[in-house]
């Protein structure tokens, strides 16, 4: 039980980190960027990230549901 709980602990911080490290574009000129945007290098993604991702995923969906959005 206690591989589990530190499983989720690690889950918790990584949706914090994720969340923490999304920022909202800000409207700019003529030439600059109006969208953070991603490098062309691929990124490699580990199974923690994938299961991250996924987790925060279903949390957002359940809030708006409960929501009614």
């Known amino acids: 039980m206690q591989h589990i709980k ?3 602990s690690k889950i918790e911080r990584a949706i914090v ?3 923490s ?3 909202k574009a800000t409207k700019g000129g003529l030439l ?7 490098s062309d ?3 490699k993604t580990n199974d923690m990230m994938v299961i991250t991702k996924y987790v925060n ?4 969906a359940k809030e708006e549901m ?4």
């Not at 600059?32 to 991603?38: A, D, T």
């Not at 995923?57 to 957002?60: F, S």
């Not at 409960?66 to 959005?69: R, S």
């Open 17 to 19: 980190e994720l969340n």
């Open 6 to 8: 530190n499983y989720m």
């Open 21 to 23: 490290s999304k920022t």
């Open 57 to 60: 995923g279903i949390r957002t």
């Open 41 to 43: 290098k691929p990124t």
């Open 66 to 69: 409960k929501n009614g959005n």
């Open 32 to 38: 600059s960027p109006s969208e953070n945007r991603q």
